[in-house]
């Protein structure tokens, strides 16, 4: 009698368990969580870099508020190894990149920062940025060229902002910079229509109303 019902349960287990695959395979359930767990794997080393990114770029504004040198230094080293991280995870975010030139630039590291910001801007990475974003590293880049003091910089420098504010043509400060480029180029017209181009974007811009007095504009 119980190995009679013993059969019975498990006959009746079996045909709840042939109507259960049936329901799923009918309504495609283990294709749809299969395609979903891949999806999620595939992007969980994305959404990993993305928290070594957001905590880097948290480190690197303490650093740069930091009250003393030496705190400064260490939160910018962190940073940098969080840059590092989100580069590994993701190398073709270019967001990451851009973080460990910035990271590099604060400890003076300038060449370093410049082949950071360089592969940010490479065709390998740049197509993660929107145009805006594009222009602030290209001015960026610009910056860290000046600061480097090399001969025969001015030019390319020149072509990045020029670059940059095509892309971000509400960048005051690329306007400014290169108008800064085109006086130390002695290009005084050229100097002018940059820093009025400012002034469209901001009226009251004290560096650029001073720069206009400089060169005489009425």
Request: charged letters at 25%; glycine letters at 4%.
């Amino acid at each position: 009698m119980m190995s009679q019902m013993v059969k019975d349960l498990f006959l009746q287990a079996g045909l709840i368990l042939v109507v259960v695959v049936a329901f799923l395979a009918i309504h495609n359930i283990p294709q749809k969580l299969l395609a979903n767990l891949r999806f999620r794997f595939r992007n969980k080393p994305k959404a990993q870099a993305k928290r070594h990114f957001v905590l880097g770029a948290q480190l690197l504004a303490q650093a740069r508020s930091a009250a003393s040198p030496s705190s400064a230094s260490s939160l910018s080293k962190q940073a940098l190894d969080e840059a590092e991280k989100a580069i590994s995870l993701d190398p073709k975010d270019a967001a990451a990149h851009i973080l460990k030139a910035l990271a590099l630039d604060s400890q003076g590291y300038k060449t370093s920062a410049l082949d950071a910001i360089d592969v940010a801007l490479s065709p390998f990475a740049a197509k993660s940025l929107t145009e805006e974003e594009r222009g602030d590293a290209l001015v960026k880049r610009a910056e860290i060229r000046l600061s480097m003091n090399r001969r025969g910089q001015v030019d390319s420098v020149i072509a990045d902002l020029t670059r940059a504010v095509e892309l971000s043509p509400e960048n005051v400060k690329a306007f400014c910079t290169l108008g800064e480029c085109y006086e130390g180029k002695k290009m005084t017209e050229e100097a002018r229509t940059a820093y009025e181009a400012a002034l469209k974007v901001q009226p009251r811009l004290k560096v650029a109303r001073d720069a206009l007095d400089r060169l005489g504009s009425s």
